[in-house]
């Protein structure tokens, strides 16, 4: 057991924390100093059920013995191997593991250390693609408004979230698709129907740009961060056909959809449509490390592999000190051997109409003006207050976690990733935190 820690005592200035609100931090610290299976444990001894498995990675429930053994393991064994011209044994395995999950199409396997840098990677690939097939002016990316792809140059122009966007200016050659949230949808148990109009958006920036000058479209399957906005059952199917008609890449970051959170393995199989390009991170390593990875499908590879090269030349000028480290490597291995051993995607699927029943129940309790969910994600969507749209969920997520359940907040929403091993006590739980909570703010 952790022993007992005074929060203010911890603290000091030197941390500059991410995306934290400093000035409600210091005032009321929020130290955690442990977790156990589906638990965060605070500095003052008290249990918090991890309503998001940390930030949507430890879906397989916190302090796994089979990773920590492997981890350390490794750490006796290879520490460390140099990534560029060497290699190590786990990497390929691990590569080979993971093409033998994903979608058939994808074949190959870049790895980096989050998602941020899965989509900066994923971003240059494709642009390199399209050199390498001799259409140098395919540049131009797409996104998606409300999409997030992590904080990176490129990730960071192609997402859609204002407040992420706007300090830091122009970085990236982009446009943006409209988002997917649609008023007629709020309230949808699950996945809406319909939606190609809102893929057929993507003709309208063909014609504003020419498809001679786009090189990809980037999107998550199903939009995390902004809000849990579970895609239409016709939009992904036809944003897909849009970029084959075009010529266009079409990339999905499977950040937080990837490895079990939608319901199936991931979210290409989930709603029907094989991206060109995947990116993971996350769930991968169940949050244990740190670790990243692209999958591109045999066709883009191939483009950056001549056997007529000579011996010396480097195929792809671009990687990590840390791609494929060892350790991560181990970690990945370990999290993916618990996922096939206790059937991660089973899981999802058993506890999903729970979080779905869960969070459902709370329509019709004050300030809630949408609810969504998908597989083991979901959202409430809160009204504003006075104009303000950020303060309530922020005076929800502090109520919580003084009641003993971490939620994470985001924009206008409370944000839902459960870990596949809870169980119907811990969803019924939160509910009842959640309802009390709700009843308290003004
Ligand atoms: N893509 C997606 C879809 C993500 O959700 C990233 C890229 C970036 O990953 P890294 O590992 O660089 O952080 C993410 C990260 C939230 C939340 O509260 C979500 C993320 C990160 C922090 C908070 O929803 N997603």
Not at 101 to 123: C, I, K, R, W, Y
Not at 130 to 158: D, E
Not at 349 to 369: D, Y
Request: one cysteine or more; glycine letters at 10%.
């Amino acid at each position: 057991m952790t022993n007992k820690l005074i929060p203010s005592e911890v603290v000091n200035e030197a941390y500059w924390m991410p995306f934290t609100a400093r000035n409600g931090f210091m005032k009321d610290p929020r130290i955690v100093v442990g977790a156990q299976d589906c638990h965060l444990i605070s500095a003052d001894g008290k249990r918090a059920f991890d309503s998001l498995s940390g930030l949507w990675c430890c879906g397989l429930g916190h302090n796994r013995p089979e990773i920590a053994d492997a981890v350390s393991q490794q750490l006796r064994t290879l520490d460390f191997s140099p990534p560029f011209q060497y290699g190590h044994p786990l990497a390929f395995q691990l590569a080979e593991r993971l093409t033998g999950m994903a979608p058939e199409p994808l074949q190959h396997v870049f790895f980096t250390n989050s998602g941020s840098e899965s989509a900066d990677t994923s971003l240059k690939i494709a642009r390199a693609y399209w050199r390498m097939a001799g259409q140098p002016s395919k540049t131009k990316f797409i996104g998606r408004i409300k999409g997030y792809h992590g904080v990176n140059f490129a990730g960071t122009s192609l997402g859609g979230l204002g407040a992420n966007r706007k300090l830091f200016g122009h970085l990236a050659d982009a446009d943006h698709l409209p988002h997917t949230l649609r008023a007629e949808d709020a309230f949808t148990k699950g996945q809406p129907q319909g939606g190609e109009e809102l893929a057929d958006y993507l003709e309208q920036l063909v014609a504003l740009h020419d498809a001679s000058n786009i090189a990809a479209v980037i999107v998550e399957p199903m939009a995390g961060s902004g809000g849990v906005i579970v895609p239409p059952s016709a939009y992904l199917p036809r944003l897909r056909a849009l970029c084959n008609k075009h010529n266009i890449l079409l990339i999905f970051d499977e950040v937080i959809t990837g490895f079990a959170r939608t319901g199936e393995a991931f979210g290409a199989d989930a709603f029907g449509a094989i991206p060109d390009i995947m990116n993971l991170a996350k769930t991968l390593t169940n949050g244990a490390v740190p670790m990243g990875a692209v999958l591109t499908t045999d066709e883009i590879y191939q483009a950056f592999v001549d056997e007529q090269q000579p011996d010396h030349a480097i195929s792809l000028p671009h990687g990590y000190t840390y791609s494929g480290h060892p350790v991560a490597c181990a970690a990945a291995l370990a999290t993916l051997d618990i996922f096939d051993a206790e059937d991660m995607v089973g899981r999802a699927r058993k506890m999903s109409p729970v979080l779905q029943e869960t969070l459902h129940s709370l329509r019709g309790a004050p300030h809630i003006s949408d609810i969504r969910n998908v597989g083991m994600a979901g959202a409430l969507q809160i009204e504003p207050r006075d104009g303000d749209a950020l303060v309530r969920p922020y005076e929800l997520g502090i109520r919580c976690w003084e009641k003993g359940l971490y939620v994470r907040w985001g924009g206008d929403t409370l944000q839902f990733a459960p870990p596949f091993t809870c169980t119907e006590d811990d969803l019924g739980r939160m509910g009842e935190v959640l309802a009390e909570a709700l009843g308290e703010v003004v």
